[in-house]
């Protein structure tokens, strides 16, 4: 089993940077890939980022790419979202989560943090 716990959301004027950071415990990180999602009001969640168990493969949104970076410390059992260029359409709970395999659909993955909320103001 394993828990993961997100923090570093917060209120960030359009423009700013924000960075998120999940950490695990219950388990080593080290055998899972981790993904990040969001999820607007009155919206789906939707997938953001993705990396590889040992960060050697990434994947974005369309809607990030290039604004946002995701990485992970395997050694910390911790993965880290770095978002800049906030927009404010990019308000939303940002959720992590593991999964044996490497895949942008949510329904595949196998554990969620709680999700930290982000708010970006125009």
């Known amino acids: 089993q394993v828990q993961l716990v997100e923090s570093g959301g917060g209120l960030v004027q359009a423009g700013g940077s924000l960075r998120l950071s999940c950490a695990a415990s219950?388990?080593?990180?080290?055998?899972?890939?981790m993904g990040w999602f969001r999820q607007a009001p009155g919206k789906e969640r939707e997938f953001v980022a993705v990396?590889?168990?040992?960060?050697?493969?990434?994947y974005y949104a369309n809607s990030v790419k290039g604004r946002f970076t995701i990485s992970r410390d395997n050694a910390k059992n911790t993965v880290y979202l770095q978002m800049n260029s906030l927009k404010p359409e990019d308000t939303a709970v940002y959720y992590c989560?593991?999964?044996?395999?490497?895949?942008?659909?949510?329904?595949?993955?196998?554990?969620w943090g709680q999700g930290t909320q982000v708010t970006v103001s125009s």
């Open positions: 989560a593991a999964n044996y395999g490497l895949s942008l659909r949510g329904s595949e993955y196998d554990y």
């Open positions: 219950g388990r080593s990180l080290g055998s899972y890939a």
């Open positions: 990396v590889s168990w040992n960060g050697g493969n990434t």
